[in-house]
């Protein structure tokens, strides 16, 4: 258990470098601050002068080095628009991301666990071609364009929810349906395909014939294995989740992570950038690393497979 | 009586029958929703009923013909600068085969060359690609995308690039483990021994066997390049105007939804279509490659 725990752990470090690399180089090809921090008709003196000053005369290792010096203590350098600290003004917005993802989370896992488990109950059903069609309909639509038509129809047609905003449950609802529309149609498909080979299951079988009730085997007994492959898959469903946001949110204008990140494409604040998407990526590794583990622990043929 | 009942059943008929039964099992259903997007792509600038550049500022935002207001000289309404709808459709069907087609060709080239290379030699090499890999794989891909498309702006290069870079590991991590099992064959080992070099083993006798994977993963990625190039393009790092495409048709037409509705909801019809095509097709061909993996 120890080695399977370092060795996932070293897994999770090694990852997390590699972000920090990725950050680190594509933050050197965003152009030169220098440019952006001194007058127009500076003159190569002063560059070169505000060049030492920041560090970007110095070799690219020891640059990086004190990234990875900066970022360890949280210093991803000052928001060029809001004029603060880049990780704080991730950490306030982080909050508003993370109910959209959860609750979109919540929301798919129960949704695509039920209809996987009736369609495959109810095999050829009018119910498991609904749903057969409905997952492969819904991983084929652009996330933006479901969230506009969302608003069209029950939003501008209807009046029956507010259109963009985040000033109570009415307004999480039509973000939180197209976020998790893409999950629902992944955990339906994969309950449904665990739950008919677990109720083709020679355990199955036996239960049927001891003289067990159906409703008592699926919901009791079936429900338990084909539970596993969704949870396995609940590192990267919320790693969808936490990336859909980016887009959802700025359909909808929900004050999260995703927003600010759109907004600074546009208003070209780099460092928030740069902390939105470490802070994103740093979260999710160790997200899965939890998964990962938690799995070491439940299922042996993981720990030593 | 009876040589004729003899002869319309065996030599005439049987073969139209298998004939017939060989045409219904072709993947019918993606076919027809790909054929459109396919012949405008390749035809469009013959088939355009309107100059899809081409600026009436008397019909703006016209509905389309079924609608009151609307007409039949544009079919599915105009945009907010009065350019033909179903014309600019048809351009973006192009611009949409060369995306995905473009990017799906070089992410499969740069994927399959890892994944086969991380496989077959294993030790220090695989461990560093797989590595790279898991980092690609952990930053989620509009985030990655932003990151890159930030640093260095929008267009056509930005989108390609993005694609490319999100996808080649999906590529590498299924031919990495095909390969493991490649390598381990007879047929490997007899090359070996026939003193093939690394490169001739790898081109000729273990890309063939990939091939099937290849070719499903290639056509699933194709409706994801869509997917990809409409969220770029609503971020604003995407193909820039005054090119069209369907992304572009939807960030476009979103302000003016509430008066114009058919503007987004039409392009986003066309890439729904187009990459339920393409993920139909997919599946039909991993079923036809592995018929252990039927689905049931």
Known sequence: MTRYFLSRLRLAVITILGVSLIVFVTSRMSGDVTLLLLPQDASQAEIAAMQHQLGLDAPYYVQYYKFLVNVAHGDFGESLRYREPALGLIMSRLPATLELAFSAFILSTVVGLLLGILSARMRSSWLDYFSRIFSITAQSMPSFWVGIMLILVFAVELHWLPTSGAQGVQYLVLPVVTLALVPIASTLRITRSAMLETLDADYVKFLRVKGLHEQFIVWKHALRNALVPVIAISGLTLGFLIGGTVIVESVFAWPGLGNLMVESIFTRDYPVIQAGVSVTSIFLILLNLAVDLLFGVIDPRVRFG | ?296
């Open chain 2, 1 to 296: 009586m009876a040589t004729v009942v003899i002869r319309t059943q065996t030599p005439a008929e049987r073969p139209l029958a298998l004939h017939w039964r060989r045409v219904r099992r072709l993947p019918w259903l993606p076919v027809i929703l790909l054929a459109p997007v396919v012949i405008c792509g390749i035809f469009g600038s013959l088939l355009f009923p309107h100059d899809p550049t081409t600026i009436d500022l008397l019909a703006p935002r016209k509905p389309p013909a079924w609608m009151d207001g609307g007409s039949w000289q544009y079919v599915l309404g105009t945009d907010q600068f009065g350019r033909d709808l179903l014309s600019r459709l048809m351009e973006g069907a192009r611009v949409a085969l060369i995306v995905a087609i473009s990017s799906v060709f070089l992410a499969a080239l740069i994927g399959v060359t890892a994944g086969m290379v991380a496989g077959y030699y294993g030790g220090i090499i695989d461990n560093v690609i797989m590595r790279i890999a898991d980092v690609v794989f952990a930053i989620p891909a509009i985030l990655l995308i932003i990151l890159i498309g930030g640093a260095v702006g929008g267009g056509f290069l930005t989108v390609l690039s993005s694609i490319v870079i999100v996808s080649w590991v999906l590529y590498a991590r299924v031919v990495r483990g095909e390969t493991l099992v490649l390598r381990e064959r007879g047929f490997v080992a007899l090359a070996k021994v026939a003193n093939c070099s690394d490169t001739r083993i790898l081109l000729r006798h273990i890309l063939p066997n990939l091939m099937p994977t290849c070719i499903v993963l290639m056509t699933l990625q194709a409706g994801f390049a869509l997917l990809i190039e409409a969220a770029i393009t609503f971020i604003g790092l995407g193909i820039q105007p005054p090119a069209t495409t369907w992304g572009l048709l939807i960030s476009e037409g979103r302000p003016y939804m509430t008066t114009a509705w058919w503007i987004p909801t039409f392009a986003g019809l066309a890439i729904t279509i187009t990459v339920l095509g393409t993920n139909l097709l997919g599946d039909w061909l991993q079923e036809k490659f592995d018929p252990r993996r039927q689905q049931r």
